[in-house]
């Protein structure tokens, strides 16, 4: 049974380019959740979605960030003119349909670094 | 004052030592009590999870929560070199969305 899986793990954007990272939830899993880790800080939440619908957005910046899970195909975080404060490792979790949302399993991340 | 607090460390101890990582947390309405361990440049692993007051041991793993306190505390007994991890503490937010809130993580280090 495949883990949560991101893609790609490791992406080089420069300042103003924008970046797409990519979350497939483990098979079973419809609830996504994205968290950002910074350097010598501790995981922060960001946001949680089922398909189609975004449950919470607290934790997005207000701006150039937004994310999607569409019906079909993997959850998209996208972060739009990019800069240098963008570089952190950005990961995805997902917890089991109808299942308890404490319960999360997190992917290998995506390491952005902005130039 | 953050929501929850964990000493940073690091943390050295000898192999077969008994670790004590600890959180500290504000929120009186937190319930459920998640532990992850990550490995340098990985994703966190879930470990165990606790729900209210109470113990939960899980092989050489125990989760012990004090909500009288708003502590928490994970024990390794008998810690091996491939312990050396950064063990985070997660709390549920109140309102129940998913919304994990972490402690800052705790490096620990197993010496041969």
């Known amino acids: 049974n495949a883990g949560v899986m991101q893609n790609p793990r490791h992406l080089v954007r420069r300042r103003g380019q924008e970046a797409r990272l990519r979350c497939s939830p483990m098979k079973g899993h419809s609830h996504v959740y994205w968290y950002r880790q910074l350097p010598e800080e501790g995981l922060k939440f960001m946001v949680y979605?089922?398909?189609?619908?975004?449950?919470?957005e607290s934790g997005m910046p207000k701006e150039r960030f937004s994310a999607e899970f569409p019906k079909e195909g993997p959850s998209i975080l996208r972060i739009q003119q990019v800069v240098r404060g963008d570089s952190a490792a950005y990961f995805c979790?997902?917890?089991?349909?109808?299942?308890?949302?404490?319960?999360?399993?997190f992917g290998p991340g995506t390491r952005l670094t902005v130039t | 004052q953050k929501e929850v607090e964990q000493d940073p460390g690091p943390l050295s101890v000898p192999e077969g030592a008994i670790v004590s990582l600890n959180c500290t947390y504000s929120?009186?309405?937190?319930?459920?009590f998640m532990w992850y361990r990550q490995y340098s440049r990985k994703g966190p692993e879930l470990l165990m999870y606790?729900?209210?007051?109470g113990n939960k041991e899980d092989g050489r793993f125990t989760a012990q929560v004090d909500k009288s306190s708003k502590y928490i505390s994970l024990f390794i007994r008998d810690s091996q070199p491939s312990d050396s991890a950064t063990y985070l503490c997660a709390m549920i937010a109140p309102s129940n969305t998913g919304k994990l809130i972490f402690g800052q993580g705790t490096t620990l280090q197993v010496k041969p």
């Open positions: 979605l089922q398909k189609e619908n975004i449950i919470d």
């Open positions: 929120n009186s309405a937190f319930q459920y």
């Open positions: 606790t729900y209210s007051s």
């Open positions: 979790a997902s917890s089991p349909s109808g299942g308890p949302t404490y319960e999360q399993y």
